[in-house]
């Protein structure tokens, strides 16, 4: 059995004309679709075909997972917010992040015979990189509380970090994920600044290197694999959104 996934990170749905032609377009891609930041109704630029399942929950927790009814059916999901940190940085503050909690929607699918698990994260940036393993861990316990024939694990670790530390960052996250594989291992960057939502507060800081022309680029989104072959995998480079998407077809 094949199945193809994707991660995309819409920025709120802030640029909809963009966002809703990419989401046409990944959906003749993937067989299911992973969102984050999902605050518009995704279903509107999904074929007909297609079903959708959403965990609305804090202003940090807006997640969907999408897929093609025709090939996938769904067993069973699961939805909870990641641990929060109390503790309020300047940083935090300045920009308003107390409300934020992170979450997980996680949903088994049957197809073929097999059944296949697809957990969709956003992990907090807020508070770095301790908050982040902090968040991994407790979300691997509840994975290893079933068992299904595959694994894929996607979404936006928010591993915010300068191009010459990405590396290091990375390999922290492959600590975790032991026995995981790292689809996109070493790719430079998935996020950059080319469009910025106002309300996350960070407009001005964009519009500071928009002025000097600086393109800061990170990776910040992530696909791993248990017990599945990868067959292909690319990244998007559309506009719409500060994150681009991530495409990877697996074999069991």
Known sequence: ??????????????????????????????????????????????????????????????????????????????????????????????????????????????????DIRITNIHLAWENGGRQRIKQLEYLLRDLSESDVNGEILVGDFNTFNYPLFQRFEEKKIEGVLSGWANVFQGIPWTCDTSYSDPKDGVEKFVKILRIFKIKFRCRMDYIFSKNLEVISKEMLDVPGSDHRPLVATFEI
């Open 1 to 114: 059995m094949k199945i193809t996934c994707a991660t995309y990170n819409i920025l709120h749905g802030y640029f909809v004309e963009e966002i809703g032609k990419n989401i046409k377009a990944l959906a003749e891609k993937a067989d299911i679709l992973c969102i984050q930041e999902a605050e518009i109704p995704v279903e509107d630029y999904l074929p007909e075909n297609w079903q959708i399942e959403y965990f609305h929950n804090t202003r940090g927790c807006n997640l969907a997972i999408a897929w093609n009814a025709s090939k996938f059916t769904l067993k069973q999901s699961k939805k909870f917010l990641l641990p929060k940190s109390f503790k309020f940085s300047l940083l935090k503050r300045m920009i308003d992040m107390r409300d934020v909690e992170r979450g997980v929607l996680s949903a088994v699918f049957s197809g073929e015979g097999k």
